[in-house]
């Protein structure tokens, strides 16, 4: 009872401030099976103005942030500390703070981009599970912010990739999975969350920076993710590799997440074609990833791609950015925007509609039609640049920019 008026109050606060309080569930990378798809109740219009309700300074980095009722969960770094922050939604104020020393040394290439973190936390099972730049993994109490157990794989493997660690953990059938490593070799791994022992580990691959997601073919669940130099599918209770693929990029730069619509996997890659693939067994138990189609010329980058009904939306690094729409089935190219749209975008689909944070810090929202490019507004929601993927609240959006977190109203 005590919990029901606490809440009913905080409700009431926020309400006569102006803000919505949202019971919204994002607690992971892109969200469920981070495939970046919302439930929320996204405004029908667009408000002439982007108004801040709050903004804290919460550190650098591109991790994005996670909701839970009325909770949100950080990663960022501050000085020479990577620290796990929770914060209330309504207020902005601060719950707890975790932190540990990571001293970090930048590639040469990507000092534009600061010392991370890069891998967005994974909250489940009461636990916030958070991944640093140089690969620590920790799990720590969602509730209070306490250690239960951390892992640090610089020593087993030699250093993180060569831009950072960038791969967002993820949950499934009970185990947090991630792809630990660098450069010199790594693991996919499966781990209790509650004590942190490996369950299973596939070494044939280092981690690119994509992150895993899980898809079900012939009746087989598997983990697939961009590696270094591959794409490959591991049986999800066991570890086994299934499947793979040459990915080959300039300067291994495999960042796109793959989409799983049905039993298709969309892939795609810098300098490279976008591609679908069928997982499919043979009658000897092999697997063959079977490609479905292909489009040439319209590479991805860092931008992952999302699924809406029959269509493919995504953002393309050609022509100084341009967002497409493809036909799932044939690969068949609907639609490209004019040119010069951004240098990246993150794009979450909700209500009928593309929700695009560019790098800039600007809000493109696209209507989700197969048939043509068809804007529906523009909103500049942070004055630095949105590397970190935001959260859709209703007619609010969490926003992580260069150091400060920000509740922003836009509808």
Known sequence: MKHRVLGSLLAAIAAVAGVTIS??????????????VSTAAVPATLAPKATDVWAVSIGAGHASPLVDGQRVYVFARQGEQEVAQAIDLATGKPLWSSAYEQPYTMNEAATGHGKGPKSTPLLAGGRLFTLGIAGVLSALDAATGKVIWRHDFGNEFGGPPEFGTAMSPMFDNGLVIVHVGGVRGGALRAFDPATGATKWSWTGDGPGYASPVALVAGGVRQIVTETQKMVVAVDAGIGALLWSLPLLTPYEQN???????????????????????????????????????????????????????????????????????LDLATGTLRWTSPPRQAESASITAAGGRLWCLTTEGALVVIKADPSAFSPVGRLDVAPSATWASPVLLGPQILVKDVEHLRLVRIG
Do not use: C
């Open 255 to 325: 960042a796109v997440t793959p989409l799983v619509a049905g039993d298709l996997v969309v892939i795609g890659g810098h300098y490279q074609p976008t591609y679908a693939v069928r997982p499919t067994r043979a009658a000897n138990g092999t697997w063959t990833p079977v490609r479905v189609w292909e489009i040439g010329d319209l590479p991805m980058y860092m931008s992952s791609p999302v699924a809406v009904g029959n269509t493919v939306y995504g953002f393309t690094s050609r022509n100084k950015g341009q967002f497409f729409a």
């Open 23 to 36: 019971a919204e569930q994002w607690t992971g990378w892109r969200g469920a099976g981070k495939q970046g």
